[in-house]
């Protein structure tokens, strides 16, 4: 098993290696970080080129991506723009444990990560959690009265909840809740944000701010998911050794739970590992229309600003954590389902 | 069964990652921030929160390393400028004791020496000194190869340098008399200002460090010069300013909090709820919904900019009908912009305007914008020998077709103005060849190709204006600043020559009298209508929502909170 896990794990490095090229190389589409600066009218020329120049992205952009690799302070950068390099460079690079800095903030990338990785994980593991739950549950029930009034209702909502765009759903939840309900003078849900700066931090303001982001990340997902587990339970209700096993006069509350469920789950298991990975970068819209201070909203931020340093460690750090992540599946897999060995 | 037994075993551990994940994360967002309930006990004098939605985060907080629009704002609560603007655009002194002039000695005869007294009353939120030490450093930081700030505009081009006279003077020298002095030398002005630094907090940094690109200060800036102070900024979600009780005009409120709401649909229903004071950056189709509920008022505030049409009138790239003023009248007559602004915006916030400063009194025009005349349109392209000779719909001369390349970014207003623009050009035999840009390509430099800057266009629209409330803009329109490839830093992305319009601007550059300046934009308007260089869309103010809650809320144009110490909640 460790062999195994090893040689993955050795697999992973060069994978990771091409990733980072093919990302840094899509970063060049990605426009100039110093065209606007964000404001609202064009950078001076003059400024362009010095920043420019300051920053490094006058280099060839092999260089730029060693930079970011290696780093560059054995290299003298130009940063006066006399034509003669006078300063060492201050980038470490990656493989170093530099992430660089983001060229919008000049702050570290690993701390503005680290400012907003919390935070999405509170939202999409709550999320996650739900969503898993209740798929299982809808799903199970479901399958065992296919075709009943309940699955037939369910299946209708599952359409409607899958095809839904998520800043629709958002927004209609947060005027019907958070608008109208106040309006009409029920009891209602904040618009926006983590908390209310009347009230303050508190774990009840949390947890009141994050029903309707997870409420949205739900429905859109359960849809999917408790198709999925419908599907693949009936299925395996088909199998003989169900019927083997009612024929034995098994119950049929352990029919389900003892013999089907686990069959059934497999390739659940593997849609929740490739899932995994992804809880890390967020829900880009939701955490948009929200206003939750999240990783999506981070990249999508970022990205508005052609902010490559911090655009390439999120993906970065995404693509571990698939590996990562996909080793872990193949390993819990090799457990739960004993015809397959790994090795 | 072994299998189930691996089953649940593997279903416990991740659930307990996942809720070790849960509470280990928790935490993380809630540090003990109890706040102590400020209007019950009434040991503090400070009551009440005033919450702003910002639809983009400000990248940073120090004024040089940043030139965001929503980063400048915030500087009238916590780091006040020597001076700031009132709702009039006038400038009110905050750090300096009286505006410079000719009059009290601050503005030297020859223009070229600006003196700056200080207030004596006023410290740093830790109770330093606010000295003339402080601007010189700032200066200094600035220009230093150290630092990578975001602009050196003005001080690389204008200024010969800042000196600190005494610790309550400071002197600035001018490479020539520089007339935009007071938008854009340590004004409160978010766009063009620059602010000071805290040379206490900072010095130490740069020496220890060699540059203040990373210092603490620039994202926690808990020293500051206002009647709030920085309190906490947490990525992503809200800034928090408190009240200083040690400023001299103390504020009324407790706190500002500032919170990050990128999506427009959502901040309007933040705002509807009630669960914010301010909003900016709204669209007038919004008006109506925001103010239904009694207790938002929008309110239009001009900020300078004026969206319009520039013509390209190089001879080099521009289509040959451009280079005949007739035909470039004819364009503004054959657009009915005032339908345009009817329909698509709403016409008492935004009437057609004539010029490029009609949005920024006292230096706007008295013109009037070009009529709706499709006829005389039509007479004035007959004249100028451009007939539909081949009977297809579309002028022409010598064989070349009366198409016009119109140009400018993607939003989606404006890409509505080019489809009735191009039905409304079609009435009188002109061309339309809509072509649309993100914002970033539309604006690059020639050497980047940007379509403006290279020429590949014959109108472009976007909005703009000068160093407000400064109207200085004439890189626009100087001979030597023509863009091409051997020029291809120039602004002048029109290719508009004209040694008349070279001296007014040049003239005005340097004239650091008011009066005798707005006689210069007179004539510099009048020139541009006459020779159709600039034809005027609509004024483009910001729209702001206030609720009533909130109280003596004064927007400015130029630096939107410049009274935010007078701001206090409804009882």
Partial sequence: ?343 | MKRNLYLLLSLVVSASIILAACGGAVPATEPPAAEPPANESGASAFSGTATITFTQEPDNLNPLYTTMFFSGITRDFWLKALWSFDENNQPVPELAAEIPSAENGGVSADGKTLTIKLREDINWSDGTPITADDFVFTYEMIMSDKNIVQTRYPYEDYVESVEAQDPQTIVVHFKEPFAAWLTNIFSGSPSAGQGVLPKHVLQPVFDAEGTIDNAEWNKAPTVGAGPFVFSEWESGSHIIFKANPNWSTPPKLEQIFIRIVPDDAAQEAAIIAGDTDIGVFLSSDQIEKLEAGGNVKVVAVASGYTEGWYPNVNPETAHPAMLDVNVRKAIALATDRFTIVKDLLDESINPVSASFWDNNPPYNSDLKPYPYDPEEAKRLLDAAGWVDSNGDGTRDKDGVELVLRYITNDRELRKNVQAVVTQQWSLVGIGADLQNYSSDMYFNGYNDNGPQAQGLYDIAEYSDVGSFPDPESSSDWLCDQISSADNPDGLNWQGYCNPKMDELLKEQATTLDTAKRIDFYKQIQQLMYDEVIFIGMWKDPDLWSVNSRLQNVTLSGASPFWNAQEWETAQ
């Fill in chain 1, 1 to 343: 098993m460790s062999t195994y896990i090893l040689r993955r794990l050795g697999q992973g490095i060069p994978q990771l290696f091409i990733i980072s090229i093919i990302l840094f190389m899509l970063m060049q589409a990605f426009g100039d970080p110093v065209a606007t600066l964000g404001a609202r009218t064009p950078t001076k020329q003059a400024d362009k080129e010095r920043l420019r120049r300051m920053l490094g992205l006058d280099q060839p952009a092999y260089v730029q991506y060693l930079t970011w690799l290696v780093g560059n302070d054995w290299r003298k950068m130009d940063l006066d723009g006399d034509g003669t390099p006078e300063t060492y460079g201050q980038r470490r690079g990656i493989l170093r444990g530099d992430w660089g800095n983001s060229l919008v903030t000049r702050r570290p990338v690993l701390e503005m990560i680290g400012d907003r990785l919390p935070n999405t994980l509170i939202l999409m593991i709550t999320a996650e959690v739900v969503i898993i739950t209740s798929s299982l549950a809808i799903g199970l029930y479901s399958a065992l009265r296919p075709y009943s009034l309940f699955d037939n209702l369910i299946t209708g909502l599952s359409f409607v909840g899958y095809s839904m765009p998520v800043f629709w759903l958002a927004l209609m939840l947060m005027y019907i809740f958070a608008v109208n309900f106040r309006r009409w003078g029920l009891p209602y849900l904040p618009t926006v944000g983590m908390f209310d700066p009347e009230v303050g931090k508190t774990p009840a303001e949390l947890i009141k701010h994050m029903i309707l982001p997870v409420t949205t990340l739900a429905i859109i997902s359960i849809a999917g998911y408790s198709r999925f587990v419908r599907s693949s339970v009936l299925e395996v209700l088909s199998q003989d050794y169900i019927r083997t096993a009612r024929a034995k006069g098994v119950r049929s509350f352990q029919v389900v739970l003892r013999h089907a469920l686990p069959n059934a789950a497999l390739p659940f298991i593997t849609l929740i590992g490739l899932d995994i990975p992804f809880l890390l970068a967020g829900a880009v819209v939701t955490e948009r229309i929200f206003a939750w201070p999240g990783m999506g909203r981070l990249f999508i931020d970022h990205t508005a600003r052609a902010d490559f340093p911090v655009l390439m460690g999120i993906l970065i750090l995404i693509s571990i954590a698939v590996v990562i992540f996909q080793i872990i599946t193949d390993v819990i897999y090799s457990f739960v389902d004993p015809r397959i060995r790994l090795g």
